[in-house]
C-alpha cells in the first residue's frame, strides 16, 4: 500500500512538472510578437477598456485577452494567416471587433495645427502693430500773431536762457 501511494505521488508531481512547464512555454508563445501584431487590430471586448487585445488589464490576464492570445496562437500554428485569424474574430464577434491601421495621413496633422496657429499669431500681430498709423487732429490752428501765444513763447524762451 505504501508503495501505491508513493508511485501515485510520483506520478502527480511528474505530472504537475509536465503541466507547469506546457503552461509556461504557452505564456511565452502567447506573448510572441506574431500573435501581438494580429491582437493589435483586435480590440478587448472585456467591457473595462477600449485597447486592443494586449491590454493591460489585470496585467495582460483578462478574461477576454488571454484566451483570444491563446486562440490566435492556436490558429497561426495551424497555418492560417493574420488576415484569415482577423476575418475568424471578425465573424465570430462582429466588424465592432476590428480594428483599423491608424491612416498614414495623421503625421500631418501636428505640422498643419502649428502652421495655423503661427498664421493666426501672424494675422493678430499685423492687425495689432501694422493698422492705421496716428494722424495730427484737424483743428483750428493758432495764427503766428497771436498775443496770447507770443507772451507764453516769450516765457518759455526767457527761461530756457
Request: proline share 5%.
Amino acid at each position: 500500500m505504501h508503495r501505491l501511494k508513493r508511485s501515485f505521488l510520483l506520478l502527480a508531481l511528474a505530472l504537475s512538472a509536465f503541466l507547469s512547464h506546457a503552461a509556461a512555454q504557452t505564456a511565452s508563445e502567447i506573448e510572441s510578437d506574431d500573435v501581438k501584431r494580429v491582437g493589435t487590430h483586435l480590440s478587448c471586448q472585456c467591457g473595462s477598456c477600449n485597447e486592443n487585445v494586449d491590454c493591460n488589464m489585470s496585467s495582460g490576464q483578462c478574461h477576454f485577452c488571454k484566451p483570444a492570445r491563446t486562440k490566435i496562437y492556436k490558429m497561426q500554428r495551424a497555418g492560417m494567416s493574420d488576415e484569415q485569424v482577423i476575418a475568424a474574430f471578425v465573424q465570430e464577434y462582429g466588424q465592432k471587433i476590428f480594428r483599423p491601421d491608424p491612416t498614414s495621413s495623421f503625421w500631418i496633422v501636428p505640422y498643419l495645427s502649428l502652421a495655423l496657429g503661427g498664421l493666426l499669431v501672424m494675422f493678430v500681430l499685423k492687425k495689432m502693430l501694422g493698422g492705421k498709423r496716428l494722424v495730427p487732429a484737424a483743428g483750428p490752428v493758432a495764427p503766428d500773431n497771436d498775443p496770447i501765444l507770443a507772451k507764453y513763447q516769450a516765457a518759455i524762451e526767457k527761461e530756457i536762457d
